[in-house]
């Protein structure tokens, strides 16, 4: 069975702060997709970014930073230099390779202060 | 412009009534699903569909029911036997056979039983 787990759920910091998301993932299979979204106070979930299985190296997109690490099963998300507008609900993903399905964790509420 | 509606924002039911939740998508994609949010728990996925005619129960189908008649719709039923329906739906649509795709979702509907 597959199972996203975001064991933080809620976060807040100062702006300016760095502040890195927990993303912990299971799955039988070999060959899978995980995902970011933002949900912003108007509802709608936002795509941010996705990582195959099979590609660990780690991404930057300006202030946002994304770590694979196959071996623990993560796929961290930190925001370096924090802003107001960065308030949201994030959201893992896993997606199976052979079929459409695709489960969510339980989101993280940050909260940035000024 | 492409994407997907959802309709109505905000619903309010009677116990004891069945309520359809819209929704429409104008991108073309084979896949379409149907979670819902609750405080603190995230998205859980009630059903996906993968083809018209098909659908898939997720977690937390009892109580639901979907129909795929056609490509562009996927609207999904809150029954009488859904102990719990007030929560925050949201639809989302996907490309078939492409599992690294991200989904998009529609800004949701809001369901209050009174």
């Known amino acids: 069975a597959q199972k996203v787990t975001q064991a933080q759920t809620e976060i807040s910091v100062v702006e300016k702060e760095d502040v890195t998301l927990d993303c912990v993932y299971e799955t039988r299979d070999t060959t899978y997709y995980l995902f970011w979204y933002k949900q912003p106070p108007s509802g709608e979930l936002v795509f941010l970014i996705r990582r195959n299985s099979f590609d660990e190296q780690n991404e930057i997109s300006g202030r946002y930073s994304w770590n694979f690490q196959k071996s623990t099963s993560s796929f961290n998300f930190t925001i370096t230099a924090s802003q107001v507008v960065d308030s949201a609900v994030y959201f893992c993903?896993?997606?199976?390779?052979?079929?459409?399905?695709?489960?969510f964790g339980a989101g993280t509420r940050l909260t940035v202060k000024p | 412009d492409g994407g997907i509606t959802q309709s109505p924002k905000y619903l309010f039911r009677k116990e004891g009534q069945n309520v359809t939740l819209s929704c429409e998508q104008n991108?073309?994609?084979?896949?379409m699903y149907w979670y819902r949010q609750d405080p603190g728990q995230g998205l859980r996925l009630i059903y996906y569909?993968?083809?018209?005619?098909?659908?898939q129960k997720g977690d937390i189908a009892e109580g639901y029911s979907v129909s795929r008649e056609k490509k562009e719709s996927f609207p999904l039923t809150v029954t009488s036997a859904q102990k719990n329906p007030t929560a925050f739906y949201l639809c989302?649509?996907?490309?078939?056979?492409?599992?690294?795709?991200?989904?998009?979702f529609g800004q949701g509907t809001r369901l209050t039983v009174v």
């Open positions: 991108l073309n994609h084979d896949a």
């Open positions: 993903a896993l997606s199976r390779y052979n079929n459409n399905d695709m489960r």
């Open positions: 569909s993968q083809i018209v005619n098909d659908f």
């Open positions: 989302a649509s996907r490309t078939q056979g492409e599992a690294n795709t991200e989904a998009f």
